[in-house]
Nanobody, 118 residues
Framework: VQLQASGGGLVQAGGSLRLSCAAS????????MAWFRQAPGKEREFVAL????????FNTNSVKGRFTISRDNAKNTVYLQMNSLKPEDTAVYYC????????????WGQGTLVTVSS
């Protein structure tokens, strides 16, 4: 599985962006998909996850009520809708695929930069 993230850019605080992660391969629907981010000088952190069938999703506390993860298995794509963006959301955002819960992520995308200006 190859993952290609896109949709990053520069946005003012309070604005919105939608990230996309397109996957190659026919097994996309068997993976849970997640978004992580890494801010300058900080460690990579988990942002959100959605199960393989899209039935459940989980967000980290700092983005709850603002970010929504979704997927379209017919299009082999996972999305991250980001609303009410804050300067502290500035980071490189990565998508990742996980074959089994609790296991290391199997595949990672190349990252897309989100910059939120104050």
């Amino acid at each position: 599985v190859q993952l290609q993230a896109s949709g990053g850019g520069l946005v003012q605080a309070g604005g919105s962006l939608r990230l996309s992660c397109a996957a190659s391969g026919r097994t996309f629907s068997s993976y849970s998909m997640a978004w992580f981010r890494q801010a300058p000088g900080k460690e990579r952190e988990f942002v959100a996850l959605i199960t393989s069938d899209g039935g459940r999703s989980f967000n980290t506390n700092s983005v709850k009520g603002r970010f929504t993860i979704s997927r379209d298995n017919a299009k082999n794509t996972v999305y991250l809708q980001m609303n009410s963006l804050k300067p502290e959301d500035t980071a490189v955002y990565y998508c990742a695929a996980q074959a089994a819960p609790g296991k290391p992520y199997d595949y990672w995308g190349q990252g897309t930069l989100v910059t939120v200006s104050s």
